[in-house]
């Protein structure tokens, strides 16, 4: 079996190379950038409106909608809680060890121009949400058919669908139920108890698979509470960590400006990280994170019963900043800022390094419950994702047997190695963006009608 596994990650490493290292670089910046000029800028133009729309009404306790809607806060926190992950405390650990801490700037200009890509998602969802079964659902498949209406559309749809199922449901649990286990068994480990990580997996499992009975509603009930909290939690914590070495905040910057151009001069010519690498590695955890291009969170967009389309599509640039800007940022300053990063440690156990080396031993333990929080959220969000895409592929009775996979996968991602389960994740992560972006750019001309009706002022039609 160790041969099997040893063999499985090879074969995927490669395939991530050419992945990561030129095809989905291109595609992903491609339809950011391509969006971000022809919506003139809008990530920045119109952040004021999407944060007043986000935050302006905000209620913990959304009110029930009919056919399996959601307020659009619950839309919003459903995809925040499937965007806020693993990806922002153990993506960013792992970005900075494998790209170095210049992959924090490709991070943050993928997440830049993934702010307008995310609109253009958002909005389509909206545009092409329809009702199945008596429930509101929408998502990549119903606008990549719209976008083509032939065999073509239909191959494609179902491609997406196959990989996202594979993507989020079954490799993405695994990294999130992954990183959990290794988060708790750091704790453990530090003060000599011998509880295997499976054990975590098992216990995550039995509260996932509650919640997936549940519904939509249930999930939605459940992370427009979790998903503020846990996040204002993170954000203390993180803060006070920061304000304790704020005087190393300068030398981060540095670090992170000067590795993005020259990693060498940052980390030294032996360790032999290259410019190509830690844009691969920015570009790709930055995805795992915010999600923008991949097109899972349009699902959870589809379902808000939202003024209009345009204003979902604010809404929804508000999850990237959220989540990259914000929380995956927190966690790279609070590795760079307390000097762990040459520590030996890896993944999680990085970030846990960083808090116990600042807060003492409770560091670890505030970190794995955070993680707990954040990963379970992701699950519940991927989950339903995966949910809405099997729903489309098979009907409504293979959901149940979705689910119990799901579940198994939990289970064996909290005993994998941490390199097998991060490739896999990225590997089919990268492989769902293409479909999905090759409908991005066939609809663009109908994003951009929607722009114009809700969104564009007097001087943007002008100049049109």
């Known amino acids: 079996m160790e041969l099997f596994l040893d063999n499985l990650l090879e074969v995927v490493v490669a395939v991530n190379g050419f992945l990561w290292n030129f095809l989905l670089l291109f595609i992903l910046c491609g339809v950011g950038i391509y969006y971000t000029f022809k919506l003139k800028f809008i990530q920045v133009r119109k952040f004021g409106e999407g944060f007043r729309l986000v935050f302006g009404n905000l209620k913990l306790n959304g009110e029930k909608k009919e056919h399996g809607e959601m307020t659009p806060f619950q839309s919003l926190a459903t995809a925040i809680a499937a ?11 792992t970005a900075l060890l494998s790209g170095g801490p210049g992959a ?18 958002a909005t389509l969802a909206q545009k092409y949400k329809t009702v199945v079964d008596g429930e509101v659902t929408g998502g990549p498949v119903y606008y990549i058919r719209a976008a083509f209406t032939g065999k073509f559309g239909k191959v494609l749809a179902a491609t997406f669908s196959v990989l996202i199922i594979l993507a989020l449901g079954f490799m993405g649990n695994m990294v999130q139920s992954n990183s959990i286990g290794a988060a708790f068994s750091e704790v453990f480990a530090s003060r000599n108890l011998n509880i295997p990580p499976i054990t975590v997996g098992l216990l995550i499992a039995v509260v996932a698979g509650f919640v997936f009975i549940g519904g939509t509603q249930r999930l939605a009930s459940v992370v427009e509470k979790i998903v503020p909290i846990m996040a204002f939690v993170y954000i203390i914590g993180s803060l006070a960590l920061i304000g304790m070495n704020i005087s190393e905040v300068p030398e981060a910057f540095k670090m992170i400006i ?16 290259s410019i190509k690498e830690a844009i691969r590695y920015g570009v790709a955890r930055g995805l795992f994170s915010n999600e923008a291009g991949m097109g899972s969170t349009p699902h959870a967009h589809a379902r808000a019963a939202a003024k209009n389309p345009h204003e979902q599509g604010l809404t929804a640039m508000v999850s990237v900043f959220i989540d990259t800007f914000i929380i995956l940022n927190l966690t790279a300053f609070s590795i760079l800022t307390s000097g762990v990063l040459d520590s030996g440690k890896e993944g999680i156990a990085l970030t846990q390094t960083a808090f ?84 991005l750019f066939a609809l663009s001309g109908v994003v951009m009608g929607i722009y114009k009706k809700y969104g564009s002022n007097d001087s943007d039609k002008n100049d049109d």
């Not at 590795?259 to 990280?273: T, Y």
């Not at 009775?397 to 979705?402: F, L, P, S, T």
């Open 356 to 439: 116990v080396n600042t807060f003492g031993s409770s560091g670890d333990i505030f970190i794995a419950v955070c993680l707990l929080f954040f990963a379970f959220s992701t699950i519940l969000g991927w989950h339903f994702f995966g949910r809405i895409n099997v729903k489309y592929l098979f009907g409504q009775k293979a959901v149940k047997i979705y689910s119990l996979i799901v579940i198994l996968f939990i289970i064996v991602g909290s005993t994998l190695k941490v390199e097998l389960v991060w490739q896999l994740a990225d590997c089919f992560n990268g492989l769902m963006v293409i479909p999905n972006a090759i409908a």
């Open 83 to 93: 965007q806020v992950g693993t990806g922002n405390l153990t993506g960013a650990a």
């Open 258 to 273: 000067v590795g993005a151009f020259n990693p060498k001069a940052v980390l030294g010519g032996a360790v032999g990280i």
């Open 104 to 121: 924090i700037f490709w991070m943050w200009l993928s997440a830049f121009f993934g702010m307008a890509t995310i609109y253009s998602e």
